[in-house]
């Protein structure tokens, strides 16, 4: 089959650095744009096709001075791309592609040789697999299309993927596999060719080679190697992956089928609305008659002269105009009101509207509501086609049947009842085993395998029986109420927090505070004092030693201790034998202080006034009264480039501002002249009075982060602990002010070394526990197939933004009143905003009294629904990725590895919005 598909597509890039490797003695090279900032874009070559031929190769190869030169997994059969990027059905070669940054190629090396044993389970022998080396810090593994029994297809990509991610990898935690490879056109760096940004050549290498250390494999890659003996054409397919591709390509073809018959009758829908209304559309209206508005330009919409043309030309085609009068009337409009560039010559702008418009008419181009809303001409609920919702994303339903289907290669399927039984033997051998003090137990055991009971219960047990104690790390949520049964009073304590705990809206004690002065230490804890068992009693408020105070007395119980997950980091866990944490404890380990300037200048003035507040020694030195101030100074009067429109400015843009206006004292010469008794930092009496106006302390993490950035900052790692942000005031009137974050990251205390932990998380992940704890993890992680029925229907509606609003919730209300009556035992899962307002729809009696709800993240580790039969799930959750930047910045900062921290927003046009 390979002879009838002999074409590929090759491309090339570079850097203009580059340019002296790939045209060595050239005195004129290739041209680069230049970029708004002054730097050059990469030079870029078009996808040209060619013979697959080594001859053909060699040529495009040396043209480039063989660097950066790419060509496809995929054979084509023609030697044209057809017109318009019309699909084309092709072979192509199974690819993995592992890729992992942060560990230099380590991470990747290891979840190669995991993916290896996958595919050598799977029936693929190893004598048929071609592996290499990137040249940089990835692996990829390539299998030739006819081992697996394909045959050609114009979205094999897509069935590829489909089978990874459904068969080969399921539910395995491989980090460093690249999923975004399975494209129609993939550019594959040729073998043997250079990898321009580290020097190194991709080659082909042996698997017994991949078990080499990194740095012996990226050694081989100074030279490409020639004469390496490829892998040849199959004796014969494999059954197994042959019936994984005939499964998977009957599933992609329904869902492909079904989108196209959805997606066409909602085009014909619109065209018919259109054609039979009296009018014109509200849209079309407003874009004759005022064209594109500056409010429109400057409020980000995705606006352009030629947009508006087609959006216009569709409408008047659908409403039965011809092509000339078409022109005669959006020509002047095009000249006139839909100009955005002024400076756009006339001429110019005449032919780009006359060849819009012959687009519209000579191909089958139809209206669609979609666009017009997105450039953000007025769209009207009085319009007749807005109840047809024309041009949204229309829903698609699948229900998809789990049961019955093959576990994944290499792993074991059991049910829940044998998982159940091993949790507390698999505990229990690891108490026991002698390197249970230097590593760590994960257990990530899908959720109604009683993680936390089975623990419980071998807690209970070895109490019992050899008196050891065991602390239980929880979220405050999930307190002894929902831990504890009766038999298990005798053996298990809760601590009770020093403030008590307070009912959210009634602000009444739900537990009373044991603490005599509640309200006074509550105020030091939110300035930032760290209130300990040694300087509790030296403030002049309370004057009880550690043995006389109720809040300390509790902490001599000798039982079992149900706790704060806050409690890892304090010096009570070496009364333990061993440790057990209950759910993710990433945000545990991060501390965030918050600086203002009021906070700056309320420091500076005590200071000056002889005043020795915030653990700082009473001599301040200048060079650390310099940086406060230029610190204030930043706070005070932010340039322009720093405006509330951005939510997180990294610790390289804060720095650069205090060095722009220390003007001849650099801040590495600042930070070079603060004293060490500038760092000194020890525990003092507060008097009452000072309570209220104190600022946290906030110097020596300021010093230590600011050290960290001039001096020691990985060039490759962009992540940041210290930032320069935005946040409403709190008094009146609101106002925008900005913020100093520092981040850091909590250290675990010398009493944990050498206890042993056990972690219960059904989403753990054991390489970031390994960062964290600093121990070698060992994970239990078993696979139980589902076996529940799942309805999916997927919609733009269901959006949080879009579920907020009335007309979007109206719609859903009657499927869920439906379905939450038919079973009452129904638990409704959506976004936190959305909960309340869903409490008063079941309250005015539109939705039935039975229906639970709750919003997301907040079940975790909770057995409270698992009775329930039916569970609704309204949007989907999604993470913050600021939020995920800033966690990362406190966690990984000191990386060795490169690491990015550039948000991409998702910027869809008109081809793909559907």
Known sequence: MAEQFPYRDYWHYHAKDDCARIYPGRKKRCRHARNGDGTYADKRTKWTRHPDDPVEEEKFRSRFGNGNVFRTPQRYR??????????????????????????????????????????????????????????????????????????????LHKIYKAMIEGELLSNMNL???????????????????????TGLYKIPIGIEELYLPINAIREMAESPRRDWPFPGPPSHPSPMWNAWFERYMVLIEQEKESSTVRKAEALQEAQNSLRSMAGLPPCVEAALKHGITEEMVKSGAEITRNRATMFLATALKAKGREMETVKSKLLPLAESILRVDKSA????????????????FNHDYKFNCGLPRKMGFPCLSSCPLHGHRIGKQRRSRSVIEIHGRPHPVGREEKTIEQVREEIPGKALEYLQSPDAGGKILLITAPPGTHKTLGIKKLANELFKEKQMRCIFLRSFRDSALNFQEAEDKEIWFEPIPRLGVKHKSTGEYLIKPLCLFPDEVSELIAKGYLITRHGCGRNDFCRLKPHECSYFRQFKNKKNWIADRSFLFTSYVKSFNYIVIDEDIIDTFVEEITIKSRDIR??????????????????????????????????????????????????????????????????????????????????????????????????????????FEVFDRPAENALSRISLEWEESRGYPRTIIPVIRLRTRKELPEELEGKPIIILDATGNPDLIKHLFGREVIHYNPHVPMRNQVIQITSALYGRRSLMSEGTLERVLPAIDKSAREEPETLLVTHKPLVEKIYWIIKEGILPSTLAVRHFWSLRGSNEFRNYRQIIILGAPYPDPYGIITLAGALFYDHKGPCDTAIIPNRRDSKTSA
């Not at 980090?175 to 494209?183: A, E, L, P, W």
Request: net charge negative; hydrophobic share 35%.
């Open 78 to 155: 023609n030697p044209e791309r057809p017109p318009n990027g019309a699909p084309e059905p092709f072979v192509s070669d199974f690819m993995m592609d592992f890729d992992h940054g942060e560990s230099n190629g380590e991470t990747a090396r290891l979840d190669t040789i995991a993916a290896l044993d996958l595919l050598e389970k799977s029936g693929i022998p190893p004598e048929n697999i071609l592996l290499t080396y990137s040249g940089s810090k990835g692996f990829h593994i390539e299998v030739d299309y006819r081992v697996l029994g394909v045959h050609p297809h114009p979205e």
């Open 175 to 197: 980090s460093s596999f690249d999923g975004s490879i399975y494209t129609s056109r993939r550019q594959w760096r040729m073998i043997n060719s250079i990898h321009l940004a």
């Open 345 to 360: 010559p006339i001429q110019q702008v005449k032919s780009s509207t006359i060849s819009c418009i012959n687009t519209v």
């Open 602 to 707: 309320n420091f500076l003035e005590r200071h000056a006034s002889g005043t020795a507040i915030g653990g700082i020694n009473e001599k301040l030195s200048p060079a650390l009264k310099k940086i406060l101030r230029l610190l204030d100074s930043v706070l005070t009067e932010p340039r322009s480039h720093l405006s509330p429109e951005h939510p997180l400015l990294t610790g390289k843009i804060l720095l650069d501002e205090i060095d722009g206006r220390s003007q001849s004292e650099s801040l590495k010469d600042l930070l070079r002249a603060v004293g060490i008794e500038d760092r000194e930092a020890q525990d003092h009496p507060v008097s009452r009075s000072e309570v209220k106006d104190i600022p946290p302390k906030f110097i020596i993490p300021l010093l230590d982060i600011l050290d």
